[in-house]
Nanobody
Framework: EVQLVESGGGLVQAGGSLRLSCVAS????????IGWFRQAPGKEREGVSC????????YYADSVKGRFTISSDNATNTVALQMNSLKPEDTAVYYC???????????????????????WGQGTQVTVSS
């Protein structure tokens, strides 16, 4: 059974930092990507960042580029999202998800289509106060 478990959310003031972690287990894909998505109340789920397994290629949404950094530890199947210079508009539930077509879907195309990601975590709340 594929499982993804997020942790690290919380409440932070604007300008602060948080580090989210996603531990993935139970999968056997060779070409996969793990992505971070977020969903604010009343808004659609949006892709934030992803990292591909084959070449460690990363992708970031324009809204977080330069502020967020994604990284992976293949030994522990953990993907981290370091979030700096947080803004109130970053407030959302953050989800990690995995796709079995990592080379293709760790991209703007894939992050704009959350349904292309096959398994999802339960989400972690990030709240940025002004």
């Amino acid at each position: 059974e594929v499982q993804l478990v997020e942790s690290g959310g919380g409440l932070v003031q604007a300008g602060g930092s948080l580090r989210l972690s996603c531990v993935a287990s139970g999968f056997t894909f060779d070409d996969y990507a793990i992505g971070w998505f977020r969903q604010a109340p009343g808004k659609e789920r949006e892709g934030v960042s992803c990292i591909a397994s084959l070449d460690s290629r990363t992708y970031y949404a324009d809204s977080v580029k330069g502020r967020f950094t994604i990284s992976s530890d293949n030994a522990t199947n953990t993907v981290a999202l370091q979030m700096n210079s947080l803004k109130p508009e970053d407030t959302a539930v953050y989800y990690c998800a995995i796709t079995a077509v990592g080379y293709r879907y760790c991209s703007a195309y894939g992050l704009n289509r959350p349904r292309l990601y096959d398994y999802w975590g339960q989400g972690t709340q990030v709240t940025v106060s002004s």
